[in-house]
């Protein structure tokens, strides 16, 4: 009911004194005016029950959100075209109506005075100017190609991202290394999930993860390691509070996390010793005879030499170098021997570890020698991180060829070319360098011109000085994306102005393998460009633009995927557009055209199978059929705690409302609240005490490689002898120290030597406290 509606529900008297009276006491009952028009609610209609008038949709349509890599579907409504609100949806697979703080703020966070909108140059003064399209293109294509003639086609380099839609990813990929000469080409997936890829190639023979979210709900004891998934990933754990098994869940991490707090047992192990444990924890399901030998010996293999190798591996010894005691062990083994259904989870305690690919496979062991895969409630199942991080594994033409394939492979090759009707000659036959050696061969002279997209490397790379000092040595450095404040914009020579989520359409990929759709419900600011139609403006500048013609919409890009994808374990030639993942809720992946489920599927009958997952007839796609069982000896921590440094500083998630090197989140207003501002750093008293460090002091953590300033946070959460500051946080990559797991070259941000001080009175003066 509007305002004069109200007005007229009063009797004349009554409306007369609402309209004439100015009395103070008025403003409590007023029935006209800018506030009282704001609080009126009218019906929404859609299903949204009662809204602001403002807020009152014309129409309303579903899309997945473009944080994490959980995958929600939001319900956005619109008026006139334009996003104006949004609500979970209902209806979608994977959230059922919940989402996360950022997934409410998510369009808050595309209107803000720092978006890119128009493209700058640096000029001789050193400072950045507005240019146009034209200009900004023309300095692109000239400026590397002048790179590439003096220096080599290999020393120019491009570093993408896990958070635009897979189509642009395709498109980057392929213009890059086919049609501009680029050998070298990462993701900052490299940073999250490079470690979970390899340990799923090498032990099932393809990047597959194999569960369905369904499985949090199936399970009867949950393990998860190094997984802070409560903060993380909200709604992921939402699904575990839906489980009416009772489950027993068993959290790995030295920290008592929110996870670690809910969980049925907390295993607070030594930092870097969850290898040790886990082949522990193998150790005794072998002795007591708690294993599947039917299953082992009929879908896996290298078991025997496996059984003979963590042998060594007692109780007592695990207890020794973990902190577990034995007896603890025993009885999660037991847990896992007595469980029905055991699911095993991982995320990046695991990942981000100079150890972590054999770490993560040491968790599929687990799943392997138990049977626990293939079936409702199980699996060894890496949970990714950012919104399309799967969508980069597969399509992004970086660590591997587009589609899953192999640049190795001649006959993959040649698909590829035959698909896309280029010259298999232009197709590389190496993926190229890795992200640590390309920010190597920039160091090395190697690497002279870098483009970076929807990356803020200069934030997020591990040590974070030298990592600016490296940038600093490129001849030309173009950075692409939404926002000119990023700390790789503000160093960049050439900025290229990007629209972001909700701007654009495409598809993501989450984390249980599902293609949802991305839609363009906002316009993008100035002259803002989607990334696919700057890589459409960069072909046709470059002058290859005849190779991607048929490229004209994202959705004919992923008519290609389709192609590209045929005959693989992601098979999804079955999915015909995009008006089928509208109408289904999205798809996973495999979805094969030949399949019972893709003849005549329509969104009634996909209901049935919607929740899927990999290996149940136990086959995997070694070229056996069969799961590896693969380990090593756990290495010795490259930076251990020492007498000038005895503290070993942990990163991680420091909140749900927190994404990232907060690029976007850090721009809402709702979710900066609802997150500390400064900089906080987590010790135990008992170390507290001994630097006499009072709660809320501001204190010195420094490491080998810098220095910064925080708010001590005293909490026996934190074990003696650590400390922990959360990733999101512009400094905290000042202190890292920069070293990698030797198969998946992911660093490992999660262990350094530091030591922790009060700020002397002399000192409250210099350096401003860092947020």
Not at 169 to 177: P, Q, R, V, Y
Not at 200 to 210: E, L, M, N
Not at 265 to 282: E, F, I, M, V
């Amino acid at each position: 009911m509007t305002p004069d509606e109200q007005l007229l529900t009063l009797s004349p008297s009554e409306r007369k004194l609402a309209e004439e009276d100015t009395r103070p006491e008025t403003f409590l009952r007023a029935y006209r005016g800018t506030l009282t028009k704001d609080l009126v609610l009218e019906p929404g209609k859609f299903g949204l029950g009662k809204v602001p008038s403002k807020l009152k949709p014309d129409a309303t349509t579903q899309m997945v959100c473009g944080f994490c890599s959980t995958g929600c579907g939001l319900n956005v409504h619109l008026k006139d075209g334009e996003a104006i609100n949004l609500t979970p949806g209902t209806e979608y697979p994977v959230n059922r109506g919940m989402a996360c703080p950022k997934g409410w703020e998510a369009l808050s966070v595309l209107k803000t005075n720092d978006r890119g909108t128009t493209p700058l140059i640096r000029g001789e003064n050193g400072q950045l100017r507005p240019v146009d399209w034209d200009t900004a293109l023309k300095a692109f294509s000239s400026r590397f190609k002048d790179i590439q003639a003096k220096h080599g086609k290999e020393s120019v380099a491009f570093l993408s991202t896990g958070q635009i839609p897979t189509e642009e990813m395709t498109f980057l990929g392929a213009l890059a290394k086919f049609g501009m000469g680029m050998l070298h080409g990462d993701g900052n997936t490299r940073q999250c999930m490079a470690t979970a890829v390899v340990a799923y190639k090498q032990a099932f023979g393809f990047d597959a993860p194999p569960y369905s979210y369904e499985d949090f709900e199936e399970s009867d004891v949950l393990v998860f390691v190094g997984s802070n998934i409560c903060i993380a990933h909200p709604i992921m754990w939402q699904r575990v509070l839906a489980n009416k098994n009772n489950p027993e869940i068993i959290v790995l991490d030295p920290r008592r996390t929110e996870t670690a707090m809910a969980a049925t047992q907390h295993l607070p192990l030594r930092p870097k010793s969850d290898l040790a444990l886990l082949y522990g924890l193998a150790h005794i399901l072998l002795k007591e005879g708690w294993i599947e030998r039917e299953y082992i010996d009929q879908h896996t293999s290298g078991f025997d030499e496996f059984a003979e190798y963590v042998q060594k591996y007692t109780p007592e010894y695990v207890a020794s170098v973990s902190g577990i005691p034995a007896e603890q062990l025993m009885r999660v083994a037991q847990t896992i021997h007595e469980g029905k259904r055991v699911s095993f989870w991982w995320t990046m305690g695991v990942n981000q570890s100079y150890e972590g690919v054999r770490t993560a496979q040491a968790i599929i062991n687990l799943a392997l020698m138990t049977g626990n895969i293939g079936r409702p409630g199980t699996g060894a199942n890496s949970i990714t991180g950012q919104c399309n991080a799967m969508g980069s594994r597969l399509f992004s033409n970086t660590t591997g060829l587009l589609g899953g394939h192999d640049f190795g492979n001649p006959e993959h090759r040649q698909k590829v070319a035959d698909i896309l009707g280029i010259d298999q000659a232009v197709i590389p036959d190496n993926a190229g360098w890795s992200y640590n050696e390309i920010i190597e061969g920039i160091l090395s002279d190697k690497i002279k011109g870098l483009w970076v997209i929807c990356t803020n490397t200069a934030h997020s790379w591990i040590n974070q000085n030298t990592c600016r000092e490296i940038l600093d040595r490129l001849d030309f450095l173009v950075v692409q994306d939404m926002y000119t404040t990023t700390e790789t914009a503000e160093l960049a020579d050439l900025y290229l102005p990007a629209a972001g989520w909700g701007e654009k359409d495409g598809t993501f990929i989450n984390s249980e393998r599902r293609f949802g759709l991305l839609k363009k419900v906002a316009r993008a600011p100035g002259q803002a460009l989607s990334d696919f139609n700057i890589f459409r403006a960069v072909a046709q500048y470059w002058g290859c633009g005849e190779m991607f013609a048929d490229w004209t919409t994202p959705e004919a890009v992923f008519q290609t995927m389709k192609e590209l994808s045929e005959g693989q374990p992601c098979d999804i030639t079955g999915i015909e557009d995009y008006q089928m993942l509208d109408q289904c809720g999205g798809i996973q992946w495999p979805f094969k055209k030949s399949s019972d489920e893709a003849n005549g599927s329509t969104a009634e009958n996909l209901d049935q199978w919607q929740q899927r997952r990999l290996f149940e007839n136990g086959q995997f796609y070694h070229a056996d059929g069969r799961a590896k069982f693969l380990f090593e000896d756990p290495r010795r921590m490259p930076e251990e705690p020492n007498e000038k440094f005895p503290y070993l500083l942990l990163t991680g998630r420091g909140s749900a409302v927190q994404w990232h090197t907060q690029t976007r989140t850090g721009k809402s207003n709702v979710l900066r609240q609802l997150a500390p501002e400064r900089v906080f750093v987590e010790i135990n008293p008992t170390d507290a005490r001994r630097e006499g460090i009072q709660p809320n002091q501001e204190v010195i953590v420094q490491s080998q490689r810098g220095l910064i300033r925080a708010k001590a946070y005293l909490t026996p959460n934190i074990q003696p002898g650590q400390v922990f500051i959360p990733m999101h946080y512009e400094v905290t990559n000042q202190l890292t120290h920069s070293h990698f797991d030797p198969y998946s070259k992911q660093p490992s941000y999660k262990d350094c030597a530091v030591r922790v001080r009060k700020v002397e009175p002399w000192e409250q003066s210099h350096a401003p406290s860092h947020h």
